[in-house]
């Protein structure tokens, strides 16, 4: 399971969200360029950048970001507001190497069926999306976590498999922000739904005593960690020292 660092940016600023509330927010004295290039620096391959602008429609973040990202030799796991089929083109013939969709998904019937489409060309794209389910009591989130879906979790999943889509970054909202451990009954359940999902886990891991126990489930491909970091729960030679060891190839 490879562990990667997270980047939530508000207003060009790198911030944490608690449960997903706009109105508490930590903001961090360091720059987005500046965090990239600490993990960069520090061996780590991947990195998790969400425009929270984004996720509520505002894009005035875009711009900024997009040329973060295009000077970066880190590979980059994007998200926040990704809501057209041509967004999704751009950014992956832009060198984004992972998309993340979420909110379009959800809300339009045709958006997944459209973008499964892509993958009768010469770029697989479903190897490039990641699809977000944001999960409080097992109610799917969507709109920055401001809007509860009437479509049930395991439903929703079968859907994303159905049409070729195989890799979900699960959010549990009720540990998201808390440093209060992480999802596993609900990691375990997904995982337990079917043996080809690829699952990417993140909310509320605040140790590598986390971090082991959901690499305990077996089949985690990774995770997501953001405030722990911030904090200093998790450092990241402690992040180097894991993924140097790990089984998963990127």
């Known amino acids: 399971m490879y562990i990667i660092p997270a980047i939530d940016v508000l207003d060009k600023k790198v911030v944490r969200l608690r449960e997903g509330n706009y109105d508490d927010v930590t903001t961090y004295a360091i720059s987005l360029e500046e965090q990239i290039e600490n993990y960069h620096?520090?061996?780590?391959?991947?990195?998790?950048?969400?425009?929270?602008?984004?996720?509520k429609g505002d894009f005035s973040n875009q711009e900024y970001l997009f040329e973060i990202i295009q000077k970066t030799d880190m590979k980059v796991q994007y998200g926040g507001g990704v809501r057209?089929?041509?967004?999704?083109?751009?950014?992956?013939?832009?060198?984004?190497?992972?998309?993340i969709v979420g909110?379009?998904?959800?809300t339009n019937p045709t958006f997944l069926e459209e973008l499964s489409k892509l993958n009768e060309g010469r770029?697989?794209?479903?190897?490039?999306?990641?699809?977000?389910?944001?999960?409080?009591?097992?109610?799917?989130?969507?709109?920055?976590w401001l809007e509860s879906s009437p479509i049930k979790l395991i439903e929703y999943i079968d859907k994303c498999l159905g049409l070729g889509f195989f890799r979900f970054l699960c959010t549990d909202i009720s540990k998201d922000g808390k440093l209060?451990?992480?999802?596993?009954?609900?990691?375990?359940?997904?995982?337990?739904?079917?043996?080809?999902?690829?699952?990417i886990g993140s909310g509320g891991i605040s140790s590598m005593d986390d971090i082991r126990a959901l690499n305990a489930l077996g089949r985690m491909e990774?995770?997501?960690?953001?405030?722990?970091?911030y904090e200093n729960k998790i450092t990241i030679e402690e992040i180097k020292d894991w993924n140097l060891k790990s089984l998963i190839n990127f």
């Open 84 to 99: 057209s089929i041509e967004k999704v083109k751009e950014l992956v013939d832009a060198g984004v190497y992972r998309v």
């Open 103 to 106: 909110t379009q998904a959800i």
């Open 222 to 229: 990774s995770c997501v960690v953001g405030k722990a970091i």
């Open 123 to 144: 770029v697989k794209y479903a190897d490039h999306i990641v699809i977000a389910i944001d999960v409080l009591d097992e109610v799917i989130k969507y709109s920055g």
């Open 180 to 199: 209060g451990g992480a999802g596993v009954e609900l990691y375990q359940k997904l995982l337990d739904h079917s043996p080809i999902i690829k699952l």
């Open 41 to 55: 620096a520090n061996g780590t391959e991947i990195v998790h950048i969400i425009d929270l602008n984004g996720a």
